[in-house]
């Protein structure tokens, strides 16, 4: 059975980020495999940005605040890239979230980004669950000073 920690923040309001939710931390008993398999925090974030934006933009990074000796870290997106047009991958400190296709029309995207961090024996899975938002790009008009 979970329990969660009743002294963790449950909300936190991030305007300049969107709203963020951190469930409660877990506390699992070993015997109890359903929960120890359960995402120890799932995050949400919401990130906007125009149509057009060159292919392999790096748009999101996941990792533990601190690396130790032997780590071993995994990342993969488990849903919500079923149009190909976002690619996860392992960089020496974490993961990152890019765009692999070109997204030309305004659309929505809900992200799921699972890192795995395997640290002395024991393994922690964390869930980004990132909502990308891909508005109109605006035409770009070269600044004229005589139109002032």
Known sequence: MCHPDESVP?????P?????????????ELRDSECLILPLRITYYYLTFPTNIPVLTNIFRMGPSHTVLGDDIEVALIAGNEG?????????????????????????FQLDLELRLRRYGTVSIYLAKVLVFVTQEKPRVPYNPYQE
């Open 10 to 14: 449950q909300r936190a309001d991030l």
């Open 84 to 108: 190909g047009f976002f690619k996860a991958e392992r960089t020496p400190t974490g993961g990152v979230l890019s765009v692999a296709r070109l997204i030309d029309k305004p659309q929505d």
């Open 16 to 28: 300049q980020h969107g709203r963020v939710l951190h469930l409660p931390e877990k506390l699992c």
